[in-house]
């Protein structure tokens, strides 16, 4: 499989390199999941960046991430979406909440912090 995880901090961070299948797509999920619980990490980043195009199946097995990973307590931002590949997922009209967006990784962590600070405060 052509995706890298690193592990920074709670987070993971998966950089997806090519084009995967749809077997792929799915084996990527299963593990963030299990790699989520192993872990105990509170946030997942995938970053699309390097793809050029999202067909339906990756875009609602992005959602499918979103869910699976939120349920095992962690959430899941997605980065780098090319602007031709958000403009042919618009036109899916698939409901991918609540899957999150960041324009990229900086974008991503700043929003992860910002989210942990408000946690912090709350308790």
């Known amino acids: 499989m052509s995706v890298a995880i690193?592990?920074?901090?709670?987070?993971?961070?998966?950089?997806?390199q090519s084009d995967l299948t749809d077997a792929q797509v799915l084996a990527l999920r299963?593990?963030?999941?299990?790699?989520?619980?192993?872990?105990?990490l509170h946030a997942v980043?995938?970053?699309?960046?390097?793809?050029?195009?999202?067909?339906?199946?990756?875009?609602?097995?992005?959602?499918s991430m979103?869910?699976?990973t939120?349920?095992?307590?962690?959430e899941t931002l997605v980065v780098?979406?090319?602007?031709?590949?958000a403009i042919a997922m618009a036109h899916f009209d698939?409901?991918?909440?609540p899957l999150r967006?960041?324009?990229?990784l900086d974008e991503a962590l700043v929003l992860l912090g910002e989210r942990v600070e408000e946690d912090g405060g709350a308790g």
Do not use: C, M, Y
């Not at 780098?80 to 590949?85: K, S, W």
């Open 94 to 97: 698939l409901n991918l909440k």
């Open 80 to 85: 780098g979406i090319q602007p031709d590949v």
């Open 30 to 40: 299963d593990d963030l999941s299990e790699r989520v619980g192993r872990h105990r």
């Open 66 to 68: 979103a869910i699976t």
């Open 6 to 16: 690193l592990r920074q901090g709670d987070a993971l961070i998966a950089a997806i």
């Open 101 to 104: 967006t960041a324009k990229d």
């Open 70 to 74: 939120r349920l095992r307590g962690a």
């Open 45 to 63: 980043i995938v970053d699309v960046s390097a793809l050029d195009v999202i067909d339906s199946f990756v875009a609602r097995s992005l959602r």
